[in-house]
């Protein structure tokens, strides 16, 4: 896969999580006063990091494999591609900040919101720097 490919590709799954953290914070958001809801986040990056991390270790050096003595066992010897990572929601019950039990608190969410949208702006420059550097390419 080139460079342009697996930038692209990374690209939209990251305005996809982002599309996915803001409905997220605006249900936060909408259900601040509900007693006993609990906040929920969006985890991605890790995840990422640790596949993006795996596969650049798994080039050019012979990966670890387990015994399979069961088709059902997990396999080992499948690299974690960054293609299989997936957002995950969250739920926060280990907090409570309000007496009626809920924890989300208006002023972080309403933060987080404007925060997110920025940072969808950012990837959407990004995308269209990258589409613009190939037109130039391809004009030539």
């Known amino acids: 896969m080139n460079d342009f490919t697996r930038s692209v590709e990374l690209l939209h799954k990251s305005l996809d999580v982002t599309s996915l953290r803001y409905q997220v914070s605006a249900n936060n958001l909408s259900m601040s006063e509900v007693p006993n809801f609990k906040r929920s986040v969006v985890n991605?990056?890790?995840?990422?990091?640790?596949?993006?991390e795996a596969e650049k270790s798994n080039k050019g050096s012979e990966s670890f494999q387990m015994t399979r003595t069961d088709p059902r066992h997990v396999s080992s010897d499948k690299p974690y591609s960054w293609h299989d990572v997936e957002p995950r929601r969250v739920l926060d019950y280990t907090?409570?900040?309000?007496?009626?039990?809920?924890n989300v608190d208006a002023e972080t969410e309403a933060n987080?919101?404007?925060?997110?949208?920025?940072?969808?702006?950012?990837?959407t420059q990004l995308t269209n720097f990258e589409f613009s550097q190939v037109n130039k390419v391809l004009k030539k």
């Not at 991605?44 to 993006?52: P, T, V």
């Not at 907090?95 to 809920?102: C, E, L, P």
């Not at 987080?112 to 990837?123: D, S």
């Open 112 to 123: 987080n919101i404007l925060q997110i949208q920025m940072q969808y702006r950012l990837l």
């Open 95 to 102: 907090t409570t900040s309000k007496a009626n039990g809920n």
């Open 44 to 52: 991605f990056e890790s995840e990422l990091k640790r596949a993006l």
